[in-house]
C-alpha cells in the first residue's frame, strides 16, 4: 500500500521519448521547442502591435532568422561547455533531437539577429526588444518540457511527493548516485523552471501594463529574473558539468546576467531619455492630441470667419436699405431738371425765361 501511495504521488516519465502518428515519428523533444516558438511568436506579434510598431507578420519576419541563429547557438554552447561529450563524437553534433541546447547561447545568438532583423524593418530597437522579453520565457516555459520527455537535466534525488520517477537506464553517471534503487525519484528541475518562467512572463507583461519602462529595461528585467531562476535550478541538477570556485559553470553565467541586467539598468536610468526613444504608443498618443487640437482650432477659425462675413453682408444690407444713393432718385426722374437749380452752363433755362416774359409787369 505505501509503494502504491509512492508511485501515486510522484511524477512518471514518458516510456518514450517520440511520438508515433502512423508511419510518421515526432521527437517530442523537438515538438516542444517548435511549440514554445509559435507561443513565443504570437505573443510578441500581439505586444507588437500593441506597442504600434509591427504586426504579426514583423513577428514572424524576425523570429525566423532568431530563432534559427538561437537554435545553432545554443548547440554551439553546449557543445562548448561539454566537449568531453563530442570531442571523439562529432557526428553527434547536429543531433539536437537528442537533447543538448544551452540557453545562454541560444539568447546571444537569437538576441544579436533579432537586433539586426528589427533595425532592418526598420522598427525602434529598445521598445521592440521590450515587446519580445515576455515572449522569451514563455517560449522557454514551454520549451522546457522536452527534458521531461528526454528524462534528462533532472535534479537531486528528493522524497518530495513531486518527484519525478526516471529509467534506470537514464539514472546519472556519477558513481555516488551508482547504487540508488529503481524507485528512487528526483527534484523535476524542469518543472520548477517552466514555472518560474510562465511566472516572470506574467510579472513582465504586468510591469509594462502599470509601469511607464524605459526601452530596453523590460528585456534587462527578463535577464536578471531568468538568470536568478537558472542559479538555482542549477543547484538542484546533477547531471555532468564543469565546476568554478564551487560552483556549476552555468551557475556563474547566471550570476553575470544577474550583474550585468542590474549595472545596465542602473547606467541607463542615469542618462536623459532621448526623444527619438520616448515610447511609440506615447508619441501616437500625443500626434492624435495635437492632431485634435489643430482640427479644433481650424473649426473655430472657420466658424469665427462665417460669423464674421454674416455680419458684413447684414450691414451692407441695413446701410443699402436705410439710405437710399442719390444716384437712384436721379435715374428714376431722368430727363426731368430742377427748376431751382441752374443749368450746368450757368444760364437760366428757357422755359424759366418763357414764363416771365408772359407775367406782367410789377411798375404798372
Request: overall charge negative; some cysteine.
Amino acid at each position: 500500500m505505501k509503494h502504491i501511495a509512492g508511485l501515486l504521488a510522484s511524477i512518471p516519465s514518458p516510456s518514450s521519448g517520440t511520438l508515433s502518428i502512423g508511419p510518421l515519428k515526432i521527437h517530442a523533444y523537438g515538438l516542444m521547442i517548435a511549440l514554445g516558438v509559435v507561443a513565443g511568436v504570437w505573443l510578441m506579434g500581439r505586444r507588437f502591435e500593441q506597442a504600434k510598431i509591427g504586426n504579426s507578420d514583423d513577428a514572424n519576419a524576425i523570429a525566423i532568422w532568431a530563432v534559427i541563429a538561437g537554435v545553432i547557438g545554443s548547440r554551439l554552447y553546449h557543445v562548448a561547455t561539454d566537449w568531453q561529450k563530442f570531442e571523439h563524437h562529432l557526428a553527434d553534433i547536429p543531433k539536437i533531437w537528442q537533447g543538448g541546447l544551452g540557453i545562454p547561447g541560444g539568447l546571444i545568438f537569437g538576441i544579436g539577429v533579432g537586433v539586426f532583423m528589427m533595425r532592418k524593418r526598420g522598427m525602434p530597437v529598445g521598445i521592440a526588444l521590450d515587446a519580445a522579453a515576455p515572449a522569451l520565457p514563455l517560449a522557454q516555459a514551454i520549451g522546457r518540457w522536452g527534458n521531461y520527455w528526454n528524462q534528462e537535466l533532472y535534479g537531486r534525488p528528493t522524497t518530495l511527493p513531486w518527484g519525478l520517477r526516471i529509467d534506470v537506464a537514464h539514472f546519472p553517471d556519477d558513481p555516488k548516485y551508482a547504487n540508488l534503487p529503481a524507485n528512487t525519484t528526483f527534484h523535476p528541475t524542469f518543472l520548477y523552471e517552466s514555472l518560474s518562467n510562465f511566472v516572470l512572463c506574467a510579472v513582465l507583461i504586468t510591469i509594462g501594463r502599470r509601469f511607464k519602462v524605459r526601452p530596453g529595461h523590460l528585456l534587462a528585467m527578463y535577464v536578471m529574473g531568468y538568470g536568478v531562476i537558472r542559479f538555482f535550478v542549477e543547484g538542484l541538477r546533477i547531471d555532468d558539468a564543469h565546476h568554478v570556485g564551487g560552483l556549476r559553470w552555468n551557475q556563474w553565467v547566471a550570476i553575470a546576467m544577474v550583474v550585468g541586467g542590474g549595472i545596465y539598468l542602473f547606467v541607463s536610468s542615469r542618462r536623459p531619455l532621448p526623444v527619438q526613444d520616448e515610447p511609440v504608443a506615447a508619441a501616437v498618443s500625443e500626434t492624435e492630441s495635437t492632431d485634435a487640437a489643430v482640427s479644433e482650432t481650424a473649426t473655430e477659425t472657420d466658424t469665427e470667419t462665417a460669423t464674421e462675413s454674416k455680419t458684413e453682408t447684414e450691414t451692407d444690407t441695413a446701410v443699402t436699405g436705410g439710405v437710399e444713393p442719390a444716384v437712384d432718385d436721379d435715374a428714376g426722374d431722368e430727363g426731368i431738371d430742377d427748376p431751382a437749380e441752374p443749368d450746368s452752363s450757368g444760364e437760366p433755362d428757357e422755359a424759366i425765361d418763357d414764363s416771365a416774359e408772359a407775367l406782367p409787369s410789377g411798375d404798372d
